[in-house]
């Protein structure tokens, strides 16, 4: 009887224990996520798994998509700057400022055989190169048949040169759908566990970290729990190292580069050397009669004339939403102010402005911080970090009572050097957390980090940053959110377009739009337009001229009028 007791309750602490053992098991494998598939051999940083392009999908004859036309799979005859023609379908000898001319474009392939279906990425520009007078829009008139009609309006006199530019031949948009989703990824992360250990010793771990599940590998889940936003490293195979020690992250450009080319092939990749080149065929300059004097009166006029800029414009916004005349942006949205400096610091006064986002929108922080010394001072950053480092950044202005801050977007932003993972806040959780009041701003620009994923990732997080703003809205009313569209950039190679073509970057701008048409509460700075029609050359942080204008945009929003004199 006894004997049997003590067996008993012997039975009962070995049951405890292995209870509180599953227990613990549990809730290791909650971070660690051994998939059914689980390995044990851990592949090395460098031997990572990679899904191979498949046969169909490389071969051209089962694409929908291909013209018939085509002598297609042995030889890609894409879209051809040099073969395909535009003409001016009403033109006469002289026109006058605001006409509308229609634009045909016919496209050619290599072989100049003319092609029978659409696809292909075309811009329009007007351009008057002793005024910097400029006009653009994206041509989205596609006939499927190979032709495409774009309607531009005069919008100055002289002497106008039609630019039609091949961004992408429908060839090369193939191939960017195609791989817009790879696996692992087209840009992909390196993180770092370390650890010193009790001896003084360093330990360290380098895997990889993507914003999604990694196959077949064990992982440790970084998910935001407020947000559920994806980020998994690579569990460490060093049993010295757990998941809490990840500490540092990086973009890997190297491997982005080797996953991204082994997805495309040779062929394919040629087709990318036909990249923004102006149809050689092109209307000839058209006349646009009108005395320059009194045109610039009148457009100043016009400009006085428009409502003062206001949240909620862009939901009528025109296309495009303005033109150049000597470098300044004459918006057709809202009246523009032209801020002196006395005019910045007056309109700054007594504010706090709160900047989130990519590097295009650091630039608006140190346009500020870096030109208004010493009424404006910025927290000590040496020279040589300012690019590549994602930190948080400060300025302040005693005087004035001004204080601007920046902060990064979280992953999957791409830092050229580690970073502490600790400096990685996504924004709708910035924007829950800010104390704000009626003299708050604050600035929004995310785009760019996200043409190597699917469009619905960039859909969600724009979403939720939206939602997060309505929210802080409730909280003050008043407070301004201002959103800014992603612009035009350089391409140094091949590679670079594979990764963040100008394609990508319209749909993520076509989905911002999208996002804030039924927002009448939030404004919207639109650096696309403003940066295809720019008259300096393309770059991922948008030139000085251009830069200007975009800020007088956002500081038109902050202050729409100009103070009444005492
Ligand atoms: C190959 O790729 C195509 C297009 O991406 C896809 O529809 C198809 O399911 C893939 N086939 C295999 C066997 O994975
Ligand atoms: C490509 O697909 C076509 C039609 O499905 C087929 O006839 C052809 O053999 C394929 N070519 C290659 C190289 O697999
Ligand atoms: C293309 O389609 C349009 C509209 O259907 C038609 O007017 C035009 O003639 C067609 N062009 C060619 C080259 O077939
Ligand atoms: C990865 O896992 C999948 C099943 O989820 C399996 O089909 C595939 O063969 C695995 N790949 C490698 C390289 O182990
Ligand atoms: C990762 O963690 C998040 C948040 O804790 C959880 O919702 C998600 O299911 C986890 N993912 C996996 C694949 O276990
Ligand atoms: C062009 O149109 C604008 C807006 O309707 C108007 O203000 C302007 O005076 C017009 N310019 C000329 C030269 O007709
Ligand atoms: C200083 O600026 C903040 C906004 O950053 C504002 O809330 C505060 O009222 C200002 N102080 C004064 C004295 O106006």
Not at 10 to 37: A, G, Q, T, Y
Not at 127 to 140: G, K, R
Not at 338 to 352: G, I, P
Not at 533 to 538: G, M, P, R, T, Y
Request: with cysteine; hydrophobic share 35%.
């Amino acid at each position: 009887m006894s004997c049997q007791r003590s067996t008993l309750s012997l039975l009962r602490i070995v049951l405890l224990v292995f209870i509180s053992m599953v227990i613990v098991l549990i809730e290791i494998s909650s971070k660690w996520l051994p998939h059914r598939n689980f390995k044990h051999d851990h592949p090395t940083y460098k031997k990572m798994v990679f899904t191979k392009p498949n046969e169909t999908s490389l071969n051209w004859s089962n694409d929908p998509f291909t013209c018939l036309s085509q002598s297609i799979s042995t030889n890609i005859a894409p879209t051809s700057n040099v073969f395909s023609t535009a003409e001016v379908i009403n033109a006469k000898a002289s026109h006058k400022v605001n006409d509308t001319l229609q634009i045909r474009i016919t496209a050619r392939d290599v072989n100049n055989v003319i092609k029978t279906c659409g696809g292909d990425y075309f811009r329009v520009k007007l351009y008057t190169a002793e005024t910097q007078s400029s006009w653009s829009i994206d041509v989205t008139n596609d006939l499927g048949n190979g032709s495409y009609i774009a309607d531009v309006t005069l919008r100055w006199p002289g002497k106008v040169a039609v630019i039609v530019t091949l961004v992408h031949p429908s060839e090369a948009l193939r191939v960017l759908r195609r791989i817009r989703d790879l696996e692992p990824g087209r840009t992909v992360f390196k993180g770092r566990y370390l650890r010193t250990l009790d001896s003084g010793m360093d330990i360290s771990e380098d895997v990889m970290c993507l914003p999604k599940v990694i196959r077949n590998h064990s992982l440790c889940n970084f998910t935001d729990e407020r947000l559920g936003y994806p980020w998994f490293c690579v569990a460490p195979s060093k049993n010295t190292l757990s998941c809490d020690d990840w500490k540092l992250y990086v973009n890997d450009p190297k491997l982005g580069e080797k996953y991204t080319m082994r997805a495309v092939s040779k062929e394919e990749l040629n087709i990318f050397k036909i990249h923004k080149l102006p149809i050689k065929h092109h209307p000839p300059p058209l006349n646009v009669v009108g005395d320059s004097n009194r045109w610039k009166k009148s457009v100043f006029a016009y400009q006085d004339s428009l409502p003062s800029c206001r949240p909620g414009q862009h939901l009528h916004n025109p296309s495009p939403s303005g033109f150049y005349s000597n470098n300044i942006w004459f918006s057709d949205q809202c009246k523009l102010r032209r801020f002196t400096k006395t005019d910045v610091l007056q309109c700054l006064q007594n504010r706090a402005v709160h900047i989130f986002g990519d590097s295009t929108a650091r630039q608006f922080f140190w346009e500020f911080a870096d030109n208004y010394k010493p009424n404006i001072v910025a927290g000590k950053i040496p020279i040589d970090l300012r690019k590549g480092l994602v930190r948080p950044l400060y300025a302040k202005g005693a005087k004035f009572n001004i204080s601007i801050d920046f902060k990064f977007h979280g992953f999957p932003n791409r830092p050229s050097d580690f970073i502490s993972k600790e400096t990685i806040t996504y924004i709708v959780n910035e924007l829950d957390g800010l104390k704000v009041d009626s003299r708050s701003v604050i600035l929004i620009c995310v785009g760019t980090h996200y043409t190597t994923y699917p469009l619905e990732m960039y859909e969600k997080r724009m979403r939720d940053i939206k939602e997060a703003a309505q929210r802080l809205h409730k909280r003050s009313p008043q407070t301004l959110v201002v959103f800014k569209s992603s612009n035009t950039r350089e391409y140094n190679n091949r590679l670079h377009q594979l990764h963040n073509s100008e394609w990508y970057i319209v749909t993520l701008d076509l989905a911002l739009r999208e996002v804030l048409k039924d927002s009448p509460e939030l404004a919207f700075i639109d650096a696309w337009d403003m940066t295809i029609a720019q008259n300096s050359k393309d770059s991922v942080h948008p030139r000085q001229a251009v830069l200007s204008n975009l800020i007088n945009n956002f500081l038109s929003y902050i202050c729409p009028d100009a103070p009444s004199p005492l």
